[in-house]
């Protein structure tokens, strides 16, 4: 199955669920739900993952049919082989397409291939960096859906880097949804990173969650950033090298 078909079986699902609910509600809650059963598994302490299980266990109850929330891991796999196959911005596609992104925001679809060339012109030397100092670190301010990183990523994986080993990555988004499709897509294409929730101009944090693959990366590098790389103070969260594994209730789609 191509990208595009994918992209197709995933709104058909979407228009497939509870009528009461647009297609923006079933998108969001979606990528609410991915991401709190993602981000739990690297939850810094109890009280977070109960409040990540609170979260998700209060979409999954906004569904009277069962049957709906029992559809939404076919969006998960479909949007997990899209992005490891690389070359796409799955969700930020989607999000364009279903006409769900909010120009009042400021939020609007960069289309991969561009992102992909302006990651080529900025990163042409990443492969001498990574082999002086270990890794690579990307930020982006104001990521959207990650399209940015993703590229990068691309570009990465194609000099034959393994991604969480060589490349970490600090990334912030205002917006909340477009933070959850942000994480999602960070965490299932195996990027370690730090995804953080806020606003970049006035400095707010709001949440922060880190992927999965960002505890392999500190396992092999004992940090995330270089001193010089760090987030500043407001931004700072001690990394907790002991995820929690014992994801009681919260085992995601599992209902």
């Given at each position: 199955?191509?990208?595009s078909?994918?992209?197709?079986?995933?709104?058909?699902i979407?228009?497939?669920?509870?009528?009461?609910?647009s297609?923006?509600?079933?998108?969001?809650?979606?990528?609410e739900?991915?991401?709190?059963?993602?981000?739990?598994?690297?939850?810094?302490?109890e009280?977070?993952?109960?409040?990540l299980?609170a979260c998700?266990?209060?979409?999954?109850?906004s569904y009277?049919n069962?049957?709906d929330?029992?559809?939404?891991?076919e969006?998960?796999?479909?949007?997990?082989?899209?992005l490891?196959e690389?070359?796409?911005?799955?969700l930020?596609?989607?999000?364009s397409?279903?006409?769900?992104?909010?120009?009042?925001?400021?939020?609007f679809?960069?289309?991969?291939?561009?992102?992909?060339?302006?990651?080529?012109i900025?990163?042409?030397?990443?492969?001498?960096?990574?082999n002086?100092?270990?890794?690579?670190t990307?930020?982006?301010?104001?990521?959207?859906?990650?399209?940015?990183?993703l590229?990068?990523?691309?570009i990465?994986?194609?000099?034959?880097?393994?991604?969480d080993?060589?490349?970490?990555?600090?990334v912030?988004?205002?917006?909340k949804m477009t933070?959850?499709m942000?994480?999602?897509?960070?965490?299932?294409?195996?990027?370690p990173?730090?995804?953080i929730?806020?606003?970049?101009?006035?400095?707010?944090?709001?949440?922060?969650?880190?992927?999965?693959?960002?505890?392999?990366?500190?396992?092999?590098?004992?940090?995330?950033?270089?001193?010089?790389?760090?987030?500043?103070?407001?931004?700072?969260i001690?990394i907790?090298?002991?995820?929690?594994?014992?994801?009681?209730?919260?085992?995601?789609?599992?209902?």
């Amino acid at each position: 199955m191509k990208n595009s078909e994918r992209k197709k079986a995933f709104i058909k699902i979407l228009d497939s669920l509870d009528n009461s609910k647009s297609r923006y509600e079933h998108f969001r809650n979606y990528c609410e739900m991915s991401y709190c059963a993602i981000a739990k598994t690297t939850a810094k302490d109890e009280a977070s993952a109960d409040n990540l299980e609170a979260c998700y266990m209060a979409v999954v109850n906004s569904y009277a049919n069962k049957d709906d929330v029992r559809k939404i891991p076919e969006l998960l796999t479909l949007t997990t082989i899209s992005l490891n196959e690389g070359g796409c911005d799955f969700l930020g596609e989607l999000a364009s397409e279903l006409e769900l992104l909010d120009s009042r925001q400021g939020q609007f679809f960069t289309p991969y291939e561009v992102s992909k060339m302006l990651a080529h012109i900025n990163m042409a030397d990443v492969g001498a960096i990574i082999n002086e100092q270990g890794f690579v670190t990307v930020s982006d301010p104001a990521a959207g859906a990650g399209c940015t990183i993703l590229a990068a990523a691309d570009i990465i994986e194609d000099q034959g880097f393994i991604l969480d080993e060589c490349m970490s990555v600090q990334v912030i988004e205002l917006s909340k949804m477009t933070y959850h499709m942000l994480y999602v897509q960070m965490a299932i294409r195996g990027i370690p990173a730090m995804v953080i929730h806020g606003n970049s101009l006035s400095l707010e944090t709001f949440e922060m969650a880190y992927t999965p693959s960002a505890l392999v990366f500190v396992g092999k590098h004992g940090r995330l950033f270089n001193k010089s790389e760090e987030p500043s103070a407001n931004q700072q969260i001690n990394i907790i090298i002991k995820p929690i594994i014992n994801l009681g209730q919260l085992d995601l789609f599992a209902a």
